[in-house]
Each structure stands twice: as C-alpha cells, then as structure tokens.
C-alpha cells in the first residue's frame, strides 16, 4: 500500500521568509511519481511539480525548490522568499506507474503568509 | 488548450433531489477522476476511468451515488437522492495512462445539499 505522510498541518510565516513543506512517503514499488499541488484559495488544484523516482536531481523553479531523498523517502517543497500570494493549501503526492496507476495524496499543509 | 471542464461550478439543491454533475476531460487524454474534498475527509477519490472504463469505485460513498463515461469526452457524477452530507467541492481530473501521470484539475463543483 501506499502512504503520504504531511506531518505539517499549518504553517505561518511573514512575508520574504524561507519555508519548507515536508512530506514523506511509503511504497513497495520500484518505479513512482512524486507530485506537489497548490490549492489556493479560488479553490483550484494546481498541479507544480513532477518527479519520478529514478531522478533525485533537486530542482528549481523562481522561487520555488524540490528536493528529494530516497534514502530517506522525503520529497520535501521549499518556498524562497515567500510571498502573500503563497498562502494556500498544498498537497504531496505519490503514483506507481502502470495502466491502473491512481494518485495517493497527503491531507495538506495550509501555509499562511502575513504582510 | 481548454484545461479540465466542470459544469455546473455551483448548485444548490434540496435533500431528495438528483442531482447531475459533468465533466469534459482535456482531450487526448485517456484516464479520467471524480474527487470529492470535504474540511472534515479532505480529499478524497471516488472513481477512476481508464479508456472510459470504470476500474476502481470502492471510494463511491454509496449507491446513491453513480458515474458514468459514455466517451472519451465526457463524464457525469450522479447522486439520487441527494441527502445534506453530500454538501462538498467535486473535482474531476484527467490524466494520460501511460505519461507522465500527472493529474489536471478541473475548477470543481461546490454542491450544497440544504
């Protein structure tokens, strides 16, 4: 079975602060997809970020950074300098590969970003 | 491209009444998702279509509930009769079988059942 743990169910921080939304997850398989969405609040799931797991490159977008860890089974999501517009829900999320292949997601950490 | 279509955004109805929801997947692809997401279960999976065929409904809450995908560009979420507990956001996704297995949201339906 699989498993997507978001220990982190709220967090606040101030405009311009770093912050890091952890989330580690369980599988027997080989060969998975690890997702971040965003769900701000309009309400929509936005889809972020993409990785399988044969690529442990860390990655970067703007603000936005990956980093994930086998070893450790973290696919953790940093946000540089956060902005107000940050504040939304975001949700990790885990898939085999395969015809039947379903998303399994985190329950979401609600980030809250103060002026 | 036109993302993930839901129709209608809201609806407001009364206990006891059917109600109907509808989605148009972005074309080309070839899974398709009802979710519901509620504050007290979050997200949760209802159905999935693959090839417009049903693979897994053991998240359907009940037999009130039933979904449908007669082609590859549109589904329904039917609930009768509709009972206040049903009161949620219901997404509708779609994905590629064999891609990069990436889920595209539509903008949900908020129902309230009153």
């Known amino acids: 079975a699989q498993k997507v743990t978001q220990a982190q169910t709220e967090i606040s921080v101030v405009e311009k602060e770093d912050v890091t939304l952890d989330c580690v997850y369980e599988?027997?398989?080989?060969?998975?997809?690890l997702f971040w969405y965003k769900q701000p609040p309009s309400g929509e799931l936005v889809f972020l970020i993409r990785?399988?797991?044969?690529?442990?490159q860390n990655e970067i977008s703007g603000r936005y950074s990956w980093n994930f860890q086998k070893s450790t089974s973290s696919f953790n999501f940093t946000i540089t300098a956060s902005q107000v517009v940050d504040s939304a829900v975001y949700f990790c999320?885990?898939?085999?590969?395969?015809?039947?292949?379903?998303?399994?997601f985190g329950k979401g950490i609600t980030l809250s970003v103060r002026p | 491209d036109a993302g993930v279509i839901q129709s209608p955004r809201h609806e407001v109805t009364e206990m006891g009444q059917e109600v109907t929801l509808r989605c148009k997947p972005i074309?080309?692809?070839?899974?398709l998702f009802w979710y519901r997401q509620t504050m007290m279960r979050g997200l949760e999976l209802l159905i999935y279509?693959?090839?417009?065929?049903?693979?897994?409904d053991s998240g359907m809450p009940e037999d009130r509930f039933s979904a449908k995908m007669p082609n590859a560009s549109f589904s329904t979420l039917k609930i009768q009769p509709s009972e206040p507990r049903d009161s949620a956001v219901y997404f509708c996704?779609?994905?590629?079988?064999?891609?990069?297995?990436?889920?595209?949201f539509g903008p949900g339906t908020r129902l309230t059942v009153t």
């Open positions: 996704a779609s994905s590629l079988v064999r891609g990069s297995y990436e889920q595209y």
């Open positions: 599988t027997r398989d080989t060969t998975y997809y």
């Open positions: 990785r399988n797991s044969f690529d442990e």
């Open positions: 999320a885990l898939t085999s590969t395969g015809a039947n292949s379903k998303l399994t």
């Open positions: 074309s080309g692809h070839n899974s």
């Open positions: 279509f693959n090839n417009n065929v049903p693979i897994d």
